[in-house]
């Protein structure tokens, strides 16, 4: 069921989308050659905690888990995309990785992801992580009340396609409201002007992501974190959006963009 919320329950939303971009911040700001997955989860953990929220993730157990998560945060590395289950893993220096977090506030919840890379990057993984961030940018632009939601999948496969990559629409945007997963699901490639109409007070998740080379993926033995069939890295980026009479608001916008320890390419 697809619902609506009120210009009201919209401004009460906010406080969610703060807090899931600021965690979102520190983490990419906390993440550094040396650091463990876990100690990127316990920093998430202590933030949840400080601000009286609820995490989205720890029990969370749909269909394609193997079993509840039990983290609170998505931590996928260079050719996981997708669901990486945090583990005892240390960064390396040129690691690609990704966060994705999602946490209710006061009964409302947003979610974000955000990829970079640790210590000296790869061009050839700067320019992913450039293309998914317009493509995250262009459907953003593309959730104009009056539209359609293909509208936003066109506008995300655009880019990627300008790109060269190819695109996976099994998992990919939604509605976001009281819980973190609901309707209309948002896939990344689509026709425009078909699907379910963009309606003031609708608030979704629209989030692209790509690999390198293939769109085809598979299930880890962990039972959650989703890699590249081929080994190739991939990147994800994620903002929740309310559409409003005056176009698309960024709830989970961050103040400025996190201070990278790396993220260079190599001179």
Same mark, same amino acid.
């Given at each position: 069921m697809i619902e609506l919320r009120t210009p009201t329950q919209v401004d009460e939303m906010r406080a969610a989308g703060r807090f899931v971009a600021d965690v979102v911040t520190a983490l990419a700001e /906390?993440?550094?050659?040396g650091v463990n997955l876990l100690e990127l989860d316990a920093l998430a953990h202590d933030m949840i905690r400080e601000r009286g929220a609820e995490s989205c993730y720890i029990?969370?157990?749909p269909s394609f888990g193997a079993s509840p998560f039990g983290k609170v945060l998505c931590t996928s590395v260079n050719d996981a995309v997708l669901h990486g289950l945090p583990h005892d893993y240390v960064l390396q220096d040129g690691d690609l990785l990704s966060v994705d977090f999602a946490?209710?506030?006061d009964g409302w919840v947003s979610d974000s992801a955000y990829s970079f890379v640790v210590g000296? /990057?790869?061009p050839e993984d700067l320019a992913l992580i450039d293309t998914t961030q317009r493509a995250l940018e262009a459907g953003i632009s593309a959730a104009q009340p009056g539209g359609k939601i293909g509208d936003i999948s066109h506008a995300i496969a655009s880019v990627a396609r300008e790109a060269g990559l190819r695109i996976n629409t099994q998992f990919g945007g939604h509605g976001v409201g009281r819980t973190m997963h609901g309707d209309p699901h948002i896939p990344n490639d689509g026709r425009p002007g078909r699907g379910y109409t963009l309606k003031p007070g609708l608030v979704i998740a629209?989030?692209?992501w790509?690999?390198?080379t293939t769109d085809e993926i598979f299930t880890d033995a962990d039972g959650w974190t989703i890699r590249s069939l081929d080994g190739s890295r991939g990147a994800h980026m994620e903002h929740t959006v309310a559409i409003t009479e005056d176009g698309p608001l960024v709830l989970t916008a961050r103040e400025h963009e996190p201070v990278l320890k790396g993220g260079r390419a190599p001179a």
């Open positions: /906390a993440a550094d050659v029990d969370y157990h946490a209710s506030v000296s /990057a790869r629209i989030e692209p790509f690999l390198h």
